[in-house]
């Protein structure tokens, strides 16, 4: 075709007929060129401009048929001796891609194109994240030394990297550095890595998204100070110049679509959002919100809706957003959400808009219908999509979002209980008719209910046999509830994977899908059960599992199990172990005991814990036949299991209860009281030593029956009684015993002592032979009869004493002291004076002072004529002793008041401190003031050396008493600030003491003796009791200390005692004060009752004011 052919018909065309002309002379010119049969380009250059030309013809529309010649080309201009640079080079092969239509070809070169840009070094995959990483993931190209290469970088900054400029990028960075992030994590979740080192990625993303996000704040805000700049200098002359300049050298942060990509990333590959970024997302998310948001008077414009990944980090980071959540909203989300992102972003939206505070059934409808509408619009996004749908999720799938999604939906449906009684209701209605008469909220449920159950078994579908598998395993029994139809089909594909499952997967298929026992039970069975069952695996589930498996499991291991397999397994299904077939257990059980000889006391005793538990029933029928051969057969078995031979001595029953579990003393218990008093006790009969050691020892196991008790009363103490009534004369004489060890026996077997005739029937003590009613008397009789010396009735007396404050102290024990301590008080002349002391003593402890009330005379003169002859410390103790009866001791008064004045010089600590005890329980009286007097000069003179604990007794007693001697209690005071500075060895009730009584007194009290006594009750406020918590809080407000660290340890456990709020009136109002008193936030469930009690209180005075106001306006 010759040029002048085509130009003589375009004279006299209109422009348009002569261009439609021109294109068709041209079409038919490129078509008529034979682009393969055409000399190739000698030198790269030509190369590169041979296929530019063949780009820019394909962009005008002309059809280029050339696969090879633009395969040939492309490999040619991939020469790294070109001279040309690599990124032109790059970008050009890059854009001749499209000309070929084969993708393997187009994969080819790609391939090619990565090898020409290097993959060893920091240039290579710079370049590589600049403009090959899209299409190796579009190509579906890893290379495990780029992914290396790219992990080992430590930022992606352009402008911090080794290269400050790459050719074919916008100048300044910004741009390349949101390119860079999101081509590097694109290829890093496409890459075969991702699934073998994701939290290497990870971890190496992280600082990278750190890094990018600092960057596009500092962008944002030299934007802002611009933006301030420009407004404050657009007054002056050149404003406009200024503008201009800060334009230029301020560049744009990333634009919304872009920082969405980056925020699919994240997502995707699971990076947090950190927290720093929160303002600036806020300010992204509000702007977004505020472009469709109409000025005042206008209407109609469309609200705009922050983009989806800004939304799923709203609502992960708790960022308030003006849009509501409506239905416009989510059907917004999911169909511009990238399609990866699909279940974050449902996720997101769920959380956010679930119902919390509302009725049981109207949180599960509402629920129901937010699920119900998410789940309709993914599904027609999926189906919008249609065939693309392995392209439009690369490098994940669509199964993978499918099956994220069912996981989180159905936990969001059925992770509360009272989410899923409510389905379960109903779910167990079945007939029609109960259907169709449910009304209101029921209907409704069961329609939402059906609704998204069809909508699971259509997502179902879409899920792999891999995922098929996971969800299977995790959600069955959940999905059972909430969709039994999902849960069939899911069981129906799962039947076909069976013979791939592990022995394990199969116990938790069958654990979370009862119905499936029989599949499962097949496939076991096709193996060697023995063999191919694990019984650690099988231990771990089988508490819950359906008991044919269980009984098929144990059946086939139940041969070749020893003791400590036994065990195990019976210890695995005793929390189940009513439901356990009678004669599995029977078989169990004979197969412990046949191993039994092979096992040592340890695990015998871990077989008798474990058998205890099959002692109890709960769900078990009351009348079912089988229940007492069951129980009868364990406890056959437990007998057998309990070794007792071994026990014929003191020291083999203490070794032996030294590693017997205590629990099961109620189930063997009598077996081994059984062998004690058979094998143990009679040798002992005869050894007081023994007998003692024996008793604590069975008394601490709680293994000391009546039986023994009776056998011991019998076989000692009747000893004893007879020795002493018949004056026999024994070979191990009676007097040889020490009474401290007799009288530590006789208690002990007098502590819980019961009355049973039919162990006493039979039994005589003494040669009376008058049946035995009660031990304690008995015993506490012999040995008053066998040691009646004075001093023997002494130590009696003081050891019943001390048995007082004790559980077992009885009836008994007092009568028996009772009149121990009369006939002690008859012969009280006969007693030295630290006798009489140690008397007086008992006396106080008991409370027996009406014993000597009667016989005033003579207990009188024996007092006056030991304290008398008595020293300063006995004098002491039988003042502290009297001052225990008001009464008695204001008969003595100036008597005992004389002689203490006379010994006050030479008192002890410890006896002064114990004075200025006894006192605080009397009456104020001149003489006591004179006492105590002496005694503040004494201490005033030695207040250096006096304990701590005395210098407060004595403020305390001057408090009590309102007695003034500023000299003395600033003394005091300055004294203990010292020592407490020093060391703080207080107790708790003694710093309390000490602070109530500087309140008494009214006198300053140190501040920096406040402050440490406040900082000891902070240091063991873990131990006060509440009486102390509401003492410590008004001592707080007495003492003005301020509301220090101290009194906010102290105000805080008080709060914590909800109850005491509640219930003591005295600790709520001191709680109350300190509260009022430094404005400390009253707890919540508190402050209904208090604002409810203030109130009222209020109304009470108001009333009584206006009632007084009223009767003073009558009288006037």
Not at 360 to 382: K, Y
Not at 1088 to 1105: A, C, F, G, S
Request: overall charge negative; hydrophobic content about 40%; aromatic content about 6%.
């Amino acid at each position: 075709m010759h040029c002048e052919n085509i130009l003589d018909p375009l004279d006299g065309l209109t422009p348009g007929a002569e261009r439609d002309v021109i294109q068709n002379y041209l079409t038919e010119l490129v078509d008529r060129v034979d682009w393969a049969g055409s000399t190739l380009p000698t030198s790269v250059k030509l190369t590169l401009e041979r296929l530019t030309l063949l780009k820019e013809l394909s962009n005008c529309g002309f059809s280029i048929h050339a696969p090879e010649v633009v395969m040939t080309l492309g490999e040619k201009a991939l020469d790294l001796e070109s001279g040309c640079s690599m990124a032109s080079t790059l970008k050009c092969v890059t854009e001749a891609l499209p000309l070929l239509p084969d993708v393997e070809r187009r994969r080819k070169l790609v391939e090619c194109m990565i090898s020409y840009s290097g993959t060893r070094s920091t240039s290579s995959i710079i370049r590589f994240v600049a403009f090959l990483a899209p299409l190796s993931v579009a190509h579906g190209l890893s290379n495990s030394e780029l992914v290396q290469l790219l992990l080992k970088l430590q930022t992606l900054n352009p402008l911090k990297l080794r290269q400050n400029f790459i050719e074919g990028l916008p100048k300044g960075g910004d741009d390349a550095f949101t390119l860079f992030v999101i081509n590097a994590m694109n290829y890093l979740l496409a890459s075969g890595e991702w699934r073998t080192l994701t939290d290497r990625i990870r971890e190496t993303v992280t600082p990278w998204i750190h890094e990018y996000l600092n960057h596009v704040m500092n962008l944002s805000r030299r934007q802002k100070m611009k933006s301030e700049l420009i407004h404050v200098e657009c007054k002056e002359e050149n404003s406009a110049l200024h503008e201009g300049d800060l334009e230029e050298t301020i560049p744009d942060g990333p634009t919304p679509e872009r920082l969405e990509e980056v925020f699919s990333c994240l997502l995707r590959a699971g990076v947090k959002l950190p927290d720093f970024f929160a303002p600036e997302l806020t300010t992204r998310v509000r702007s977004t919100e505020g472009e469709g948001t109409p000025p005042s008077g206008e209407t109609g414009r469309k609200p705009h809706f922050p983009p989806p990944g800004h939304f799923v980090f709203c609502t992960k980071l708790d960022i308030a957003m003006e849009s509501p959540l409506s239905v416009e909203l989510l059907e917004y989300l999911l169909t511009t959400c990238d399609c990866r992102i699909l279940n974050f972003v449902i996720t997101a939206f769920l959380v956010s808009a679930k119902a919390k505070s509302l009725e049981s059934q109207l949180i599960v409808l509402t629920n129901l219908r937010l699920v119900c509408r998410a789940l309709n619009l993914l599904l027609q996004r999926i189906d919008e999509i249609g065939y693309e749908l392995s392209t439009a999720f690369y490098p994940s799938s669509v199964s993978s979002v499918v099956a994220n999604t069912v996981r989180f939906v159905v936990g969001f449906l059925t992770k509360q209980e009272r989410n899923q009684r409510t389905i379960e209701s109903l779910r167990k209605l079945h007939s029609e008719e109960e259907k169709e008469s449910m009304g209101g909220n029921d209907g409704k449920l069961l329609i939402e209910v059906t609704n998204v159950e069809n909508l699971l078994l259509r997502l179902l579908t879409y899920l792999s046999s891999a995922h098929t598998k996971d969800i299977g395993l995790l959600l069955l029994d959940r999905l059972t509830l909430l969709a039994p139809a999902a849960a069939d089909y899911l069981m129906l594909r799962l039947q076909n994977q069976l013979g791939k499952f592990t022995q394990v997967e199969l116990f938790y298929l069958v654990r979370k899908y009862p119905p499936a026992q029989d599949l499962v039970m097949n496939e076991l069975q096709k193996y060697d059960i023995a063999l191919s069952v694990d019984l650690n695996d099988f231990v771990r589930v089988a508490r819950s599992l359906p008991v044919a498996v269980s009984t098929m499991v144990i059946e086939a291991h139940l041969p070749n199990l020893n003791f400590q397999w036994c065990t195990r397994l019976l210890s695995a299904l005793a929390v189940r172990h009513e439901s356990l077939p009678t004669n599995l257990l029977v078989s169990m059980l004979g197969k412990l005991e046949e191993e039994a000889g092979n096992a040592t006391v340890m695990d015998r005793n871990v077989a008798l814990v474990v058998l205890q538990k099959y002692l109890h029933y709960e769900n078990f029928p009351t009348d079912d036949k089988e229940l007492p051969h069951r129980r009868r057969r364990v406890e056959q078995c437990c007998d057998r299991l309990l070794v007792l031979e071994e026990i014929e001595s003191l020291d083999s029953l203490s070794g032996f209860l030294l590693d017997f579990p205590g629990v099961l003393l109620d189930v063997v218990g009598d077996a081994i009281k059984e062998r004690v008093f058979s094998s143990v006790l009679p040798g002992l009969l005869a050894d007081l030593e023994g007998l003692l050691t024996l008793c604590r020892l069975l008394q601490k196991h709680k293994l000391l029956n009546d039986k023994m008790k009776l056998e011991i009363t019998e076989s000692f103490f009747g000893k004893l009684s007879r020795a002493e009534n018949n004056d026999e004369k024994l070979s191990s004489s009676p007097v040889s015993y020490p009474l401290g060890n007799v009288l530590a026996l006789a208690l002990l077997l007098s502590e819980g002592a019961s009355q049973k005739a039919s162990l006493c029937s039979k039994k005589r003590l003494g040669t009376d032979g008058a049946i035995h009613h009660q031990i304690a008397p008995r015993v506490l009789q012999v040995v008053r009869e066998r040691y009646s010396s004075l001093p023997e009735r002494l130590v009696i007396l003081s050891t019943l004493v001390e048995q007082k404050d004790m559980a077992g102290f009885a009836h008994t024990h007092a009568v028996v002291a009772e009149e121990v301590c009369t006939e002690l008080i008859k012969e009280c002349d006969k007693m030295t004076s630290s006798e009489f002391s140690k008397l007086l003593q008992c006396i106080s402890r008991l409370k027996f002072w009406h014993l000597v009330k009667p016989d005033s005379s003579q207990f009188g003169n024996v007092f006056q004529r030991t304290c008398r002859e008595a020293d300063a410390h006995s004098r002491c103790v039988a003042f502290r002793a009297l001052s225990s009866d008001l009464e008695l001791f204001c008969h003595y008064e100036s008597f005992m008041m004389s002689l203490l004045g006379e010994v006050v010089n030479v008192m002890s600590h410890e006896d002064m401190e114990m004075v200025l005890s006894a006192v605080l329980a009397l009456q104020l009286t001149e003489a006591l003031e004179s006492l105590l007097d002496a005694i503040g000069t004494r201490v005033l003179s030695m207040v250096d050396q006096c304990r701590r604990s005395t210098l407060i007794r004595v403020l305390q007693c001057h408090a009590a008493f309102g007695l003034r001697d500023d000299v003395l209690v600033l003394r005091l005071l300055t004294t203990l600030e010292e020592q407490c500075s020093r060391e703080m060895r207080l107790d708790i009730s003694q710093v309390l003491t000490l602070l109530q009584a500087s309140v008494d007194l009214d006198v300053p009290i140190p501040s920096k003796l406040a402050v440490n006594c406040f900082v000891c009750l902070e240091h063991h406020v873990d131990r006060m009791t509440m009486a102390q918590l509401g003492h410590a809080a008004r001592l707080a407000v007495e003492v003005e200390m301020g509301y220090t660290a101290s009194v906010h340890a102290v105000a805080m456990r008080a709060l914590e005692h909800r109850e005491a709020l509640r219930t003591n009136a005295t600790f709520r109002e001191s709680v109350e004060l300190l509260c009022d008193e430094f404005s400390v936030e009253i707890p919540w469930h508190m402050r209904p009752t208090v604002l409810r009690r203030r109130y009222q209180e209020e109304r009470l005075n108001d009333y009584i004011n206006k009632r007084r106001l009223a009767s003073l306006n009558g009288l006037n």
